[in-house]
Every structure is written in C-alpha cells, then in structure tokens.
C-alpha cells in the first residue's frame, strides 16, 4: 500500500445510505512526492506521476503533459510539518499554496458515483503569474479563465454534473497550476437542464473546435447552478421525445429546476421521424416539455432556434427558420413560458461579425488550421468555441433581462 492509499481514510468522507457505503467528499494535494514532510492530513497526495490508468480511482489520464514543483525547500517542509502537528490545520492553506502541479495539457480522473458535485479549486502560485482554464468531461467550460499574480492563489467553485462513473476534469493555458482539489458530492444543487440539438450539445474532444453553446454556459454561472446537457446532434422536439431523451430528464429533475428547450434546425427536415410543422406538430411537442417540466415542479423556458449564417447582399441575415420562430415565440405567448429569443439575439450578433466576422463564430476552418480538420471545413449551421461562447453569453444576458429568479442572481 503506498502512502496515498493509506491516507485514503481521512481523504475521503464516506457516508451510509440503504445500508451501503457511498463516498462522498475527496480532497486531493498536487505537487512533488516528499516523503512525510509534504503529506498533508487529510488530503491524497497527487504527484505528476500519479497515472490513472495504474492505480485507478484517480490520477492523471495517459497522455497528459504535467510538471510539479516544491516552492519550499525539504528543511522548511519539515519545520511546516512540525508546525502542523502543533497547530492543527493552522497551517494547511499555506503548505497547499506552496506545492503545485503544472498540467500544461492534461485531464485528471476521479472515479464518482454519477451524481452532482462541488468542485473547489486552489489554483495559484507564490512566485509566478499563472493562467488556468477547466472543462469537464468532453468540453464543458466550467469556469471563465482563472488568472492570478505572483503571490496570490485563487479558489474557485464550480458544480458540475457526472455522468458514466468518473469525474473527468481537463487543464490547459498558458502557465497553469493545480494546488488543490476538494470534491464534494451535491445533489441538492440547483440544476438547469438543456433539451436541444447540435448547436446546443457537448460536442466531443475530436471535433474541436466544434461546439455547441450548451457546453460552455456553464462557465456563465456561480457553484449554486449546475448545468445538465442531454441536447443530442441530429434531435428534433419529436425524435428527442421519441428516444426516450425527455424521459431520462425527468428522472433527474427536482422541483425548482429549470427545463430550457431548443429545437428547429432538424423539425425543418422532411424526415418522418423528425420532421414537425411549426404550428402544429412543433407546438405540440413542445408543449410536452412544458407540461412535463411543470408536472415536476420544475420551470420550463423556450427557447427560439439560433439562426444559421447564411447572409443577404446587403450584409442582413436570411432566416432560413422562419414559422419556427414564430410558432415557438406564440407558444410561449399562450402558455406563459418565458422566452429566450436566441434568433433575434443572434441575428444581432452575427450581423455586427459581419459577413467575414462572422466565420470565426461559425464552423469556417482552413485546412491545416485544427489539427482535427486538416481539409479544413465551411460550415454555416455549427459553431466554433468563439461563436459558442458568445451565444452562452447571450443566453446569460437573457436571463438578466428576464430575471429569471434566482438563476439571475447566480450569474457569474
């Protein structure tokens, strides 16, 4: 057993439920391996070396590029510790800001029940300015850019939704840390859920930077919200329903939870399992996620299908959703839903881009510019991560404006 495995004890808080034990809480102190002197009570220690793949229940995914360093030297390490032992956990805060990993590209593993989860991050360094971003899973932003000066070593909290039994978090930027990580299982948190298609969905590590708006809203909010995205590619309001999608939402969903709903781009289709007619069929799905949402107490907002890049000679937006629009904006009318109008916000945004602006918010690539579309690409349906970005942020304007309580006060 090594000396992480055995301090596993105090790291993590297990609970007991129906009989069975469950952890729910894990702290974790990054940086150099050394020896007793830089183990802190409680916590499991993660060097640079500490690889998922061999030890399993956490480490660095295969592949990462990480570094570590001691801002101490193994004499003061020793004194800290002794401090330590005399005075409790008087000197903790300290000794994690001294130690650190570097994860210039990496992805860092915890096994976890699914399930929602705080997440508080030290992120800092005494001598070096730093710069750290964090996504989960396949892309989810969590948090804007994390930026400190020499000396000062921030903590963040974000929530974030696990699926599939394993809390994946990936690092990048251009002088990253990780100090430390304390992980605590929250499935009271406030969840807002995503039904919608593949200009809303997590798009996958292999197509970046391809991006829907629903993974990087999560960055727009404090650690009271979680955001939950079952928008799928390809998903209309009728073939979402009918694969069982909105079923998987009502599982989860609490009272006081929010439903947002984007569909359009694949009812338009003349495809029998997904194709509807705007003001019938449409409407009609769509008012069951309406009824199902308020059937769990929970609060339903629609939302109007953001426009495609297609533009008229004189530099104006041609909406190629038309009667969708406007059926989704007379549902919201009739049921009194809240309406998110993302089609008039983003004719907006894309007519200031412009007609050449406007391809670095859209799937515009040339060959050789990503690594993952070495043909390049024109794509005027799908967004890159600029082009999601600031959808996210057209959506987080929107809940201002309507003030929709209380996600309006956890707006970031």
């Given amino acids: 057993m090594n000396k992480a495995q055995g301090s596993q004890a105090v790291a993590k808080e297990v609970t007991v439920e129906g009989g069975k034990e ?4 894990w702290k974790f102190n990054f940086g150099p391996d050394s020896g007793s002197a830089g183990e802190i009570e409680g916590y499991l220690k993660v060097s640079a070396s500490t690889a998922y793949e061999k030890q399993g229940e956490y480490g660095f995914e295969s592949g990462s590029l990480v570094y570590e360093k001691q801002r101490i030297h193994e004499d003061e390490m020793s004194n800290a510790s002794r401090a330590n032992n005399e005075q409790g956990q008087a000197n ?10 570097i994860p210039l590209k990496a992805s860092f593993i915890v096994d976890v029940p699914d399930g929602t989860y705080q997440v508080l991050l ?3 360094d005494d001598l070096a300015e730093t710069i750290t971003r964090v996504k989960a899973g396949e892309g989810r932003l969590m948090l804007p850019t994390i930026r400190t000066l020499p000396g000062q070593c921030a903590e963040v909290r974000f929530s974030v939704v696990v699926r599939g039994g394993n809390l994946r978090l990936s690092f990048s930027g251009s002088a990253p840390r990780i100090n430390a990580l304390e992980i605590t299982l929250a499935n009271q948190t406030m969840t807002v859920f995503l039904a919608g298609d593949s200009t809303v969905t997590d798009q996958p590590e292999s197509g970046y930077p391809y991006c829907g708006w629903g993974q990087l809203l999560p960055a727009q909010f404090k650690h009271d919200v979680a955001v939950d995205n079952h928008a799928q590619s390809g998903r ?6 009918n694969e069982g999608r909105l079923d998987a939402i009502l599982e989860k969903i609490k009272p006081e939870d929010f439903l947002f709903i984007q569909f359009g781009h694949n009812d338009e289709k003349p495809d029998p399992d997904r194709g509807t007619e705007p003001f019938t069929t ?20 629609l939302v109007t299908p953001v426009h495609r890049r297609y533009f008229a000679d004189d530099g104006t937006l ?17 049921e009194g839903v809240p309406l998110i109008d993302l089609a008039e916000r983003s004719r907006i945004l894309f007519e200031q881009a412009g007609i050449e602006g406007s391809k670095e918010d859209f799937m515009w690539v040339l060959p050789g510019e990503y690594v993952n579309f070495p043909a390049g690409v024109e794509d005027n349906t799908h967004f890159q991560e600029r082009g999601a970005r600031r959808l996210a942020m057209q959506v987080a304007e929107a809940i201002r404006e309507l003030r929709l309580q209380p996600l309006q006060m956890y707006l970031r």
């Fill in 122 to 124: 030290i992120a800092g």
């Fill in 22 to 25: 469950a952890v729910t809480h």
């Fill in 318 to 334: 041609t909406d190629t959703h038309g009667d969708y629009i406007v059926a989704v904006r007379e549902l919201a009318e009739e």
């Fill in 236 to 241: 209309s309001s009728r073939s979402f329903i």
């Fill in 282 to 301: 449409y409407k009609e799905y769509l008012k069951k996620y309406i009824n199902a949402a308020r059937e769990a107490k929970a609060r339903p907002v």
């Fill in 92 to 101: 903790v805060s300290a000794r994690l800001r001294s130690s650190f990993c």
